[in-house]
């Protein structure tokens, strides 16, 4: 083979179940142990439940000729609202969770891989560096110089909001969430007024709901079993104007840790 023809990524057949095993099973056992427990059915049981409980014990404590009914039934209704807004809060709490879990464990397999294709042609100490520093915008970027199409699939916008609103989870309020909020208020909780106005959007409003934490995972699926077998010197495409400078940066770097 010649060095013109030579291979610069090799996905090999046995790498796709490799890594689409580990992202299904993180994403079968979140749905089976913690969505499950979740449910909405589930959270008006325990809800009714709490409101049946403190009724109950309001009840071995009632005095027909102080206590009011009335009271103690809303009081019970209220104990349940409690118990259910607690469970909601926690149930988005874990599904922001469960998103950042899934998302680090796919950046950190796609990382790896590359450091192992990359190091083939580049100095390893080097390229492993610069890897585990750039964001992964421009690690996609790389994917792209070397001949993968990655950014006008349908599944990469998906994948990037998935990055952006784990940076909002992380990070709170900043640009991370500036950003999200203007292009996707969908992943924010929406609070408005009955006549309609809609107040600014808060990072404590993030919100992922379980269709939407499986359409992250679905684009996941579709990037592993998008990637190409072979991606060839033969059809790289226009280095970006970063690369270069942020090699340098990175071989000057892992000179001076051998020093």
Known sequence: MSNKDSSLFYFATIDRPYFLNKHNFYVSEARKRIYAQFSDSNLEAAAKQKEQEYHDEAGKRFNPDYDDEGTVYEDAYQEGVSLWLALSEMKNAISLGLTAGMFHQFDKELREKCILEFSHWLDHKTIKSMIWDIGFPRLIEMLEWIGMDITDKPYYKTIDACRQVVNVYKHGDG?????????????YHDIS???????????????????QFMEFANAITAFWNDIPVHCMRSAIRNEPEWINSEYLRHEKKASKLQD
């Open 175 to 187: 640009h991370a969430h500036r950003e999200l909020s203007a292009t996707h208020p969908e992943y």
């Open 193 to 211: 007024t009955p006549g309609g106005y809609r107040f600014r959007l808060r990072h404590e409003q993030l919100e992922v709901s379980e269709t």
